[in-house]
């Protein structure tokens, strides 16, 4: 994980990028926010946490992750289309890299328990998975709506150890989940660390997160130098909820003006239909969960209610280092919808023999919207694995 401080995308010292972050919390959240604050920098850059960090990715995670060419994928695309394969990681997703991470700074700061947010499952996953490990006490919050469709990620967590507790509030998904887990942060403030599971929330947790994730681009260019010759691929896409698995694709290419980055939104059953989560095509700039951000909202600022077939992506909102990359055109937002995203993971199982989680379809979908002359190298961060989605596929696409 290298140190990046010069970045004309970095978050600065007061926890923005550009006009969207900050830390806007209840006064009882303010102790954890600036313990966090002045320590998480100084422990994940000393270099004992850097060498076991380091040997829990390659040993226990299973880093790096293959970056793989996926040949009939590019002959149909004309391009030359790579997979980064965070599909491959222990626990099927990225998001043990952030939870790994966050551990370690957690036990680093004498935390005897663990509270975290899921929507998909696969951060509550992940977290219940390093908690194991580490022998510590794990809640994860998930939305009534979220633990119906995501059954099997939901035995995993029990399986583990961790005890998983329903969000029944509003729309029973992953905005209320992360209510929740901050809730029961503010009054266990003591013995608790809170893993959040994107570069959502108050600073310092986007900034965290993104530094976790990291290691994505981080191996991507060192497999791109030795297969092609060349660090920097044309286009590097990635879905975008909050916006973990993007921000860690796209963290070593922010200044990188020959990269064009793209971050494939839910548009759910179409952007105007009511039944979204396309925050940049209908949010505007608010506070959501502790942070200034872009989300979607009525007239009068109440969050409206987000739809994706995606439990991973149906968030109202984006993660701040995301709405200053829309912000300054420094990346391409696409609307992906439930049915694109469907077709998109179907294609890529029949033509490469990869099932891919349907956060990862929305990612792919945007390949058909390419108009390629046979040069382009393209890299899409497989963020996930569809295991927890087959029942979703095989109902919508009558399989």
């Not at 040993?59 to 289309?81: C, F, H, M, W």
């Not at 759910?268 to 949010?283: I, K, W």
């Amino acid at each position: 994980m290298e140190l990046i401080e010069k970045s004309a995308f970095a978050v600065n010292e007061q926890g923005y990028y550009g006009s969207f972050g900050g830390a806007y919390i209840p006064e009882m959240l303010y102790p954890n926010a600036e313990e966090l604050k002045e320590n998480y920098l100084k422990i994940i850059y000393d270099p004992k946490f850097q060498e076991e960090f380091h040997t829990l990715l390659r040993d226990y995670v299973g880093r790096p992750t293959p970056l793989y060419l996926a040949s009939r994928l590019s002959e149909k695309y004309n391009a030359q289309i790579y997979l980064k394969r965070e599909d491959l990681c222990h626990t099927g997703a990225h998001k043990v890299n952030n939870t790994i991470g966050q551990i370690l700074v957690a036990k680093r700061l004498g935390k005897k328990r663990i509270v975290a947010e899921t929507g998909a499952g696969q951060h509550g996953v992940a977290t219940a998975t390093v908690c194991a490990l580490m022998g510590m006490e794990c809640i994860v919050y998930m939305g009534e709506i979220d633990i119906q469709r995501q059954a099997p990620n939901v035995a995993r967590m029990k399986m583990l150890g961790a005890e998983v507790r329903a969000a029944t509030c509003g729309s029973k998904t992953l905005k209320d989940a992360t209510n929740e887990a901050m809730r029961h942060w503010i009054n266990n403030p003591v013995d608790t660390h809170y893993i959040i599971g994107s570069v959502v929330g108050f600073h310092p947790f986007p900034d965290m997160v993104a530094r976790f994730q990291s290691v994505i681009s981080e191996e991507i260019k060192k497999q791109l130098l030795e297969k092609i010759g060349r660090e920097n691929p044309d286009y590097v896409i990635a879905c975008v909820g909050g916006g973990s698995n993007a921000a860690g694709a796209f963290y070593h290419y922010l200044d990188e003006s020959d990269v064009k980055l793209v971050a494939a939104e839910a548009a759910g059953q179409g952007v105007n239909s009511g039944h979204s989560a396309a925050t940049t095509f209908l949010g505007k700039p608010g506070i959501l969960h502790g942070s200034r951000t872009i989300l979607m909202q009525t007239e009068d600022g109440q969050v409206t209610e987000p739809y994706s077939i995606s439990a991973g992506l149906d968030y109202p909102g984006i993660g701040p280092i995301h709405a200053h990359l829309f912000e300054t055109n420094r990346a391409i937002f696409a609307a992906i919808t439930d049915q694109e995203a469907l077709q998109a993971g179907l294609e890529l199982s029949r033509m490469e023999g990869i099932i891919p989680a349907l956060e990862s379809s929305h990612a792919l979908a945007y390949l058909k919207y390419m108009k390629n002359t046979g040069n382009e190298v393209i890299v899409v961060n497989l963020s996930g694995r569809g295991d927890k989605d087959l029942a979703t596929y095989s109902r919508e696409l009558g399989l």
